[in-house]
C-alpha cells in the first residue's frame, strides 16, 4: 500500500525539542521531493519545509529557519523534522508529504499527521 | 511572500448546485496554481495543479481555470462528499503558499 506514517508528536515544553519521523512504502522513496507542511488546530495550512530527491536541497519557511532541520534516509525510507527551540506557535498537526513528480511542488500523498503540541 | 486570497470565506449551496472558488494571489504566479479539498479530519487530497490539469483519481466535475493573479475552481453538481474545505496553493517561488481555505457547506 503506498502510504505515509508519521510518529513523535507529544507535547513538548516552550523552547524544547522534538523529532518527528515518517515512514514511507508502496513506491520509490528515493525518487521524490518530500515535505512537512502543518496545520495549527483549526486554522489552514503551511508549509514547512523541502528536501529534494537525494537529499542535497533543503529549504524552510521562514518561521522555523534556523530551529527546524529536516533530512531523509532513502535506505530506510523515512524522513525526518528536527525540531528545536519550539514555540506555542509551533503547535500544530505535523503532515509527511510526498510532492509530485512533475510538475513539482504539489502534495499529491500526505500521512494522517501527528499532532505537537507545544505548552507548559 | 506570495499571499493567496480565497474568497468566500463559506459558500452555501445545495446538493446539485455548482460552486464556484476564487483564488487571488498578491503577484503572478503564471500557470503555477494548485487546489486541494479537505474534508474534517482527513489529510487535504491534491484536486488540480498549474491551474487546470486534474490530480490521478479526480473526476471532471472539478475544473479549473484563470492565469497570473486569478483563478477559480468549479465544481459542478455538488454531492454530499464534496462538501469540504478548498485551499489553493501557488509553487511559483519559494516560499510555497497556501490560501486561507473556502469552505462549501450545505444549505
Known amino acids: 500500500e503506498v502510504q505515509l506514517v508519521e510518529s513523535g508528536g507529544g507535547v513538548v515544553q516552550p523552547g524544547g525539542s522534538l523529532r518527528l519521523s515518517c515512514a514511507a512504502s508502496g513506491f520509490s522513496f528515493s525518487s521524490y521531493f518530500m515535505y512537512w507542511v502543518r496545520q495549527a488546530p483549526g486554522k489552514g495550512l503551511l508549509w514547512v519545509s523541502h528536501?529534494?530527491?537525494?537529499?542535497?536541497?533543503?529549504t524552510y519557511a521562514d518561521s522555523v529557519k534556523g530551529r527546524f532541520t529536516i533530512s531523509r534516509d532513502d535506505a530506510k525510507s523515512t524522513l525526518d523534522l528536527q525540531m528545536n527551540s519550539l514555540r506555542a506557535e509551533d503547535t500544530a498537526v505535523y503532515y509527511c508529504?510526498?510532492?509530485?513528480?512533475?510538475?513539482?511542488?504539489?502534495?499529491?500523498?500526505w500521512g494522517r499527521g501527528t499532532l505537537v503540541t507545544v505548552s507548559s | 511572500e506570495i499571499v493567496l486570497t480565497q474568497s468566500p470565506a463559506t459558500l452555501s449551496l445545495s446538493p446539485g448546485e455548482t460552486a464556484t472558488l476564487s483564488c487571488r494571489a498578491s503577484?503572478?504566479?503564471?500557470?503555477?496554481l494548485g487546489w486541494y479539498q479537505q474534508k474534517p479530519g482527513q489529510a487535504p487530497r491534491l484536486l488540480i495543479y498549474?491551474?487546470?490539469n486534474r490530480a490521478t483519481g479526480i473526476p471532471a466535475k472539478f475544473s479549473g481555470s484563470g492565469s497570473g493573479t486569478d483563478f477559480t475552481l468549479t465544481i459542478s453538481d455538488l454531492e454530499p462528499e464534496d462538501f469540504a474545505v478548498y485551499y489553493c496553493q501557488h509553487r511559483n517561488d519559494w516560499p510555497l503558499t497556501f490560501g486561507g481555505g473556502t469552505k462549501v457547506e450545505i444549505k
Open positions: 508529504v510526498r510532492g509530485h513528480l512533475y510538475p513539482p511542488h504539489y502534495f499529491d500523498l
Open positions: 528536501i529534494n530527491n537525494g537529499g542535497v536541497v533543503t
Open positions: 503577484q503572478s504566479v503564471g500557470n503555477y
Open positions: 498549474d491551474v487546470f
